[in-house]
């Protein structure tokens, strides 16, 4: 459901017929941000008294992550009483889970085990929600939310970690609760909140009454509630459109929802996101407080999308049930592609934004976006080929690098169905999901109950194992032997469909194996295999014949995928150097994205005099021509050069850059790990002739997740006119493993030069100083070394109540506030200070967030026996890293 890093903890499942029943009186205690249950359940033939206890899993500290990334509030379950249908106490321990995809850490007193044989048992249970600013679980000033288990459910026989569907009916104790509204799915009878069929787990959300109000709507076969923060009317309005032609779309290909009534709740948390459950989604606050930032009604498609997807879920992976851990595309890309194709419903096309939107910013500021959906995905498709991932659509979550597991399960599964509506066309493949939703709502199946399905309804097996079971990246191609054009699908069985363009006419077949086609070459046109992008195709520029190249010079050439074509542009650039000088380039460049780009053209090179004191004086200006290359093989190195040569004037200037970084499946206490690149390497040369020239070189190393340390360095050696100097800058920042507030972090710093060239205030502003000319500017902003320690004296976040738009250009959210003691040695001097740090969260269009810091220190040097004040826009390093984390 969410498409986030996010664990989603259910474990293996199964069809069942018969399911325990629960009956919950439910007591809500904002004050204490937790919830009191009596519940009562009764067992069905077959069912053991085990319990498994959702919250508890999250309820401990992870040992592979650093408390920078974690927050001291956590969920539990206290299980309070135990008793049967008479109120007598029973025999009950509290175990740990066994869980081959949980860590152990997690596992610890996560399941009741009673000791009964009776088939009513009555436990009273008080679990709590997080005390943060989170998305799910979470209490957070006017809003308590929890989807799945807050209350103890039924372990499964087979040991693993699933949400049964079961039916359930919840009494909501109103005593003392003056200032919340329940919001709660299923049927209002005699006091209960009823199931409508059996729910896979009760969501509960309370929203502040004079905080939140309710939009009610009939649709044709629902009512919707869209629960939304008073001034958002118009956002809920918008929503409420959005969910209506979903719901229409999906009842239509699937058929009508047991339920009667859907809520929408705006959840607070930045993002644009959603998270579905039974009866209800929540809808990230990034669509509504900034979704019109800057230019309103830009994002409604990718609004509509993802309003879609999570409405899916009601019929895919909540009403048919799946493992959310061994199985989870049978969840996701079923929702991912039932929203993918309510976009062509609705839109005629699968836009990313709304990128008609008659204003003179949409085209600069969607300029570098994917066109369409289909475009986005396929960047998470071509990824996989680039970072050398090759995991089956089926694969657990524990096969995965978790960072991966959604471009598996979401993108490269939804590709897979559609391959599957290549084959049996869409409207007999939505008729075959429909008939798929009838046999096994509220049920579980397997993935082999999946296949069999697929199998028992025409589709061959090998085709159902090439899709969903084959791990090889998937590269059909188009080659020319023998007079005859072949269509090679890589020794796969993937539906794949062809389009042949000749003189006469345009051919379409969809085929399931390789193919040769006969005919005489100057009849063709074009050749495009897959030209919807509807298989996990991982290269597409071998799809078509001839090859596609684009050009923005021109037009009508100019919107294919750089994922099919290779292009040629005409690309300007300019580059500010410093005061004194500035290049502008302009160059016809040849790329294929995103491994080269060659290019040739033209640049220019003003240059002022030193000793200029007019903005109009006459400016010296070299030009010539310009050469331009990138290669990027894998996304571990990446190398840039470029070579501007002025004949006439005797001026060259060569630059060359190198990153280099090691990848690295990383540990950090999930199902699987992920896989980064934290130790990289760079360096590079600036060469103007043999007498003027600059080398550098470096390194970065973050273990933020694992130890909280960060490191990095730098070498640089200049020669200019034959005067040699050199720099070494080194620095380091590390966070205590505890959520203390007090003393939790530090960072170092150092660098030495054989010359004064460094700035020991590193961009701090003076703004008081008695005498003129600025006696700490003079003494400390060229210095030959320094050495610093600072020290994060105390630290605190301050939630905003509401995100607030400044203009409509931004939004301001959480501040947070650090108290720093600093000290610098330089130069034989010393320097004390103090720093506070005000850092507000800044969010922009599709909530992008920037943390912007502004420092305001105070210095004092013992050896000139002065004190001052500086202004910044930038703090020290570990100061920095929180804010951009927290």
């Given at each position: 459901?969410?498409?986030?890093?996010?664990?989603?903890?259910?474990?293996?499942?199964?069809?069942?017929?018969?399911?325990?029943?629960?009956?919950?009186?439910?007591?809500?205690?904002?004050?204490?941000?937790?919830?009191?249950?009596?519940?009562?359940?009764?067992?069905?033939?077959?069912?053991?008294?085990?319990?498994?206890?959702?919250?508890?899993?999250?309820s401990?500290?992870?040992?592979?992550?650093?408390?920078l990334?974690?927050?001291?509030?956590k969920?539990?379950?206290?299980?309070?009483?135990?008793?049967?249908?008479?109120?007598?106490?029973?025999?009950?321990?509290?175990?740990?889970?066994?869980?081959?995809?949980?860590?152990?850490?997690?596992?610890k007193?996560?399941?009741?085990?009673?000791?009964?044989?009776?088939?009513?048992?009555?436990?009273?249970?008080?679990t709590?929600?997080v005390?943060?600013?989170?998305a799910?679980?979470?209490?957070?000033?006017?809003?308590?939310?929890?989807?799945?288990?807050?209350?103890?459910?039924?372990?499964?026989?087979?040991?693993?970690?699933?949400l049964?569907?079961?039916?359930?009916?919840?009494?909501?104790?109103?005593?003392?609760?003056?200032?919340?509204?329940?919001?709660?799915?299923g049927?209002?009878?005699?006091g209960?909140?009823?199931?409508?069929?059996?729910?896979?787990?009760?969501?509960?959300?309370?929203?502040?009454?004079?905080?939140?109000?309710?939009?009610?709507?009939?649709?044709?076969?629902y009512?919707?509630?869209?629960?939304?923060?008073?001034?958002?009317?118009?956002?809920?309005?918008?929503?409420?459109?959005?969910?209506?032609?979903?719901?229409?779309?999906?009842?239509?290909?699937?058929?009508?929802?047991?339920y009667?009534?859907?809520?929408?709740?705006?959840?607070?948390?930045?993002?644009?996101?959603?998270?579905?459950?039974?009866?209800?989604?929540?809808?990230?606050?990034?669509?509504?407080?900034?979704?019109?930032?800057?230019?309103?009604?830009?994002?409604?498609?990718?609004?509509?999308y993802?309003?879609?997807?999570?409405?899916?879920?009601?019929?895919?992976?909540i009403?048919?049930?799946?493992?959310?851990?061994?199985?989870?595309?049978?969840?996701?890309?079923?929702?991912?592609?039932?929203?993918?194709?309510?976009?062509?419903?609705?839109?005629?096309?699968?836009?990313?934004?709304?990128?008609?939107?008659?204003?003179?910013?949409?085209?600069?500021?969607?300029?570098?976006?994917?066109?369409?959906?289909?475009?986005?995905?396929?960047?998470?498709?071509?990824?996989?080929?680039?970072?050398?991932?090759?995991n089956?659509?089926?694969?657990?979550?524990?096969e995965?690098?978790?960072?991966?597991?959604?471009s598996?399960?979401?993108?490269k599964?939804?590709?897979?169905?559609?391959?599957l509506?290549?084959?049996?066309?869409?409207?007999k493949?939505?008729?075959?999901?429909?008939?798929?939703?009838?046999?096994?709502?509220?049920?579980?199946?397997?993935?082999?109950?999946?296949?069999?399905?697929?199998i028992?309804?025409?589709?061959?097996?090998?085709?159902v194992?090439?899709?969903?079971?084959?791990?090889e990246?998937?590269?059909?191609?188009i080659?020319?032997?023998?007079?005859?054009?072949?269509?090679?699908?890589?020794?796969?069985?993937?539906?794949?469909?062809?389009?042949?363009?000749?003189?006469?006419?345009?051919?379409?077949?969809?085929?399931?194996?390789?193919?040769?086609?006969?005919?005489?070459?100057?009849?063709?046109?074009?050749?495009?295999?897959?030209?919807?992008?509807?298989?996990?195709?991982?290269?597409?520029?071998?799809?078509?014949?001839?090859?596609?190249?684009?050009?923005?010079?021109?037009?009508?050439?100019?919107?294919?995928?750089?994922?099919?074509?290779?292009?040629?542009?005409?690309?300007?650039?300019?580059?500010?150097?410093?005061?004194?000088?500035?290049?502008?380039?302009?160059y016809?460049?040849?790329?294929?994205?995103?491994?080269?780009?060659?290019?040739?053209?033209?640049?220019?090179?003003?240059?002022?005099?030193?000793?200029f004191?007019?903005?109009?004086?006459?400016?010296?200006?070299y030009?010539?021509?310009?050469?331009?290359?990138?290669?990027?093989?894998?996304?571990?190195?990446?190398?840039?050069?470029?070579?501007?040569?002025d004949?006439?004037?005797?001026?060259?200037?060569?630059?060359v850059?190198?990153?280099?970084a090691?990848?690295?499946?990383?540990?950090?206490?999930?199902?699987?790990?992920?896989?980064?690149?934290?130790?990289?390497?760079?360096?590079?040369?600036?060469?103007?002739?043999?007498?003027?020239?600059?080398?550098?070189?470096?390194?970065?190393?973050?273990?933020?997740?694992?130890?909280?340390?960060?490191?990095?360095?730098?070498?640089?050696?200049?020669?200019e006119?034959?005067?040699?100097?050199?720099?070494?800058?080194?620095?380091?920042?590390?966070?205590?493993?505890?959520?203390?507030?007090?003393f939790?972090?530090?960072?170092?710093?150092a660098?030495?030069?054989?010359?004064?060239?460094?700035?020991?205030?590193?961009?701090?502003?003076?703004i008081?100083?008695?005498?003129?000319?600025?006696?700490?500017?003079?003494?400390?902003?060229?210095?030959?070394?320094?050495?610093?320690?600072?020290?994060?004296?105390?630290?605190?976040?301050?939630?905003?109540?509401?995100?607030?738009?400044?203009?409509?250009?931004?939004?301001?959210?959480?501040?947070n506030?650090?108290?720093?003691?600093?000290?610098?040695?330089?130069?034989?001097?010393?320097?004390?200070?103090?720093?506070?740090?005000?850092?507000?969260?800044?969010?922009?269009?599709?909530?992008?967030?920037?943390?912007?810091?502004?420092?305001?220190?105070?210095?004092?040097?013992?050896?000139?026996?002065?004190?001052?004040?500086?202004l910044?826009?930038?703090?020290?390093?570990?100061?920095?890293?929180?804010?951009?984390?927290?």
């Open positions: 459901m969410k498409k986030v890093l996010l664990i989603i903890m259910v474990i293996l499942s199964f069809v069942i017929v018969f399911s325990a029943k629960y009956t919950i009186d439910l007591t809500f205690l904002p004050d204490e941000a937790a919830v009191w249950g009596n519940m009562t359940v009764e067992l069905e033939n077959g069912e053991k008294p085990q319990f498994i206890l959702y919250p508890n899993l999250d401990k500290d992870n040992p592979y992550l650093n408390a990334f974690e927050s001291n509030s969920t539990k379950m206290e299980i309070l009483t135990v008793t049967d249908e008479k109120n007598e106490p029973l025999d009950y321990t509290i175990g740990d889970y066994n869980s081959k995809y949980l860590r152990k850490y997690q596992l007193n996560s399941v009741l085990l009673v000791k009964t044989d009776k088939r009513k048992i009555h436990i009273k249970f008080k709590y929600f005390k943060m600013n989170g799910d679980n979470v209490a957070y000033q006017d809003i308590f939310i929890w989807r799945f288990g807050w209350y103890p459910m039924i372990l499964p026989e087979n040991g693993g970690y699933v049964k569907a079961h039916n359930i009916k919840v009494r909501f104790n109103s005593i003392n609760n003056k200032d919340y509204i329940p919001v709660f799915s049927k209002y009878i005699d209960y909140y009823v199931s409508e069929g059996k729910f896979r787990s009760f969501p509960i959300v309370f929203v502040k009454k004079n905080v939140y109000n309710e939009l009610k709507l009939k649709a044709r076969d009512e919707i509630s869209i629960w939304y923060k008073k001034g958002q009317e118009q956002r809920a309005a918008v929503m409420a459109t959005h969910v209506i032609k979903a719901l229409e779309i999906h009842t239509e290909n699937y058929g009508k929802l047991k009667s009534h859907i809520n929408v709740v705006q959840d607070p948390y930045p993002g644009m996101y959603g998270m579905a459950a039974d009866g209800m989604f929540l809808l990230g606050d990034g669509f509504f407080t900034t979704a019109d930032l800057l230019l309103p009604g830009l994002t409604e498609p990718l609004t509509f993802v309003v879609s997807h999570e409405l899916a879920h009601l019929w895919f992976g009403g048919v049930g799946v493992d959310f851990f061994d199985n989870n595309f049978m969840s996701e890309a079923f929702a991912d592609y039932s929203a993918h194709i309510s976009m062509f419903e609705k839109y005629d096309n699968d836009p990313l934004m709304n990128f008609y939107l008659p204003d003179f910013l949409t085209e600069s500021l969607v300029k570098n976006m994917p066109k369409t959906f289909s475009e986005m995905d396929q960047k998470s498709i071509f990824y996989l080929e680039y970072f050398d991932i090759e089956a659509v089926s694969d657990n979550i524990d995965i690098p978790y960072n991966f597991a959604s598996i399960y979401y993108i599964g939804k590709r897979a169905l559609f391959s509506e290549e084959l049996l066309t869409r409207k493949f939505t008729e075959l999901l429909a008939k798929y939703y009838k046999q096994y709502n509220e049920k579980d199946p397997s993935e082999e109950e999946f296949y069999e399905f697929l028992k309804n025409g589709v061959k097996k090998e085709i194992y090439d899709l969903f079971e084959s791990k990246n998937f590269d059909p191609s080659k020319y032997q023998d007079n005859h054009f072949v269509i090679d699908l890589d020794n796969k069985h993937v539906p794949v469909r062809v389009q042949v363009i000749t003189k006469e006419a345009t051919i379409d077949f969809v085929t399931t194996d390789s193919t040769v086609l006969k005919y005489d070459i100057s009849n063709i046109k074009r050749i495009d295999i897959d030209p919807d992008m509807h298989t996990f195709d991982v290269n597409r520029r071998n799809n078509h014949y001839p090859v596609i190249i684009k050009s923005n010079l021109i037009p009508e050439n100019s919107n294919y995928s750089d994922y099919d074509s290779y292009s040629i542009n005409f690309e300007t650039d300019y580059e500010p150097i410093n005061i004194l000088e500035s290049k502008s380039t302009a016809l460049a040849f790329e294929a994205y995103p491994y080269y780009s060659l290019g040739v053209g033209y640049f220019s090179l003003m240059k002022k005099p030193k000793d004191y007019s903005w109009f004086d006459k400016k010296l200006i030009e010539g021509i310009y050469f331009i290359g990138k290669y990027n093989p894998s996304p571990w190195l990446s190398l840039s050069s470029d070579f501007s040569f004949y006439i004037n005797k001026f060259q200037e060569f630059n850059d190198l990153l280099f090691l990848s690295q499946k990383l540990d950090i206490g999930l199902p699987s790990k992920i896989l980064t690149g934290n130790k990289a390497f760079y360096g590079g040369l600036k060469l103007f002739d043999l007498e003027n020239y600059y080398v550098y070189t470096g390194f970065e190393v973050s273990e933020l997740f694992n130890s909280g340390l960060y490191t990095n360095g730098s070498y640089y050696f200049m020669n006119d034959n005067e040699y100097n050199y720099g070494i800058i080194g620095n380091a920042a590390y966070f205590f493993d505890n959520y203390s507030k007090f939790n972090s530090f960072s170092i710093e660098a030495y030069s054989n010359a004064e060239m460094f700035n020991a205030l590193n961009g701090r502003e003076v008081f100083d008695e005498e003129f000319p600025n006696t700490f500017t003079f003494e400390f902003s060229k210095v030959k070394y320094y050495y610093g320690l600072d020290v994060e004296l105390f630290h605190q976040t301050f939630y905003a109540e509401n995100r607030l738009n400044v203009y409509n250009l931004f939004s301001l959210g959480n501040v506030i650090s108290l720093n003691a600093l000290y610098k040695y330089t130069d034989e001097k010393n320097l004390l200070g103090t720093s506070i740090v005000l850092s507000p969260k800044l969010y922009f269009l599709t909530d992008s967030m920037i943390p912007l810091n502004f420092e305001f220190a105070g210095f004092y040097s013992p050896e000139l026996n002065k004190y001052n004040l500086t910044s826009l930038t703090t020290t390093l570990n100061v920095a890293i929180r804010n951009l984390i927290q």
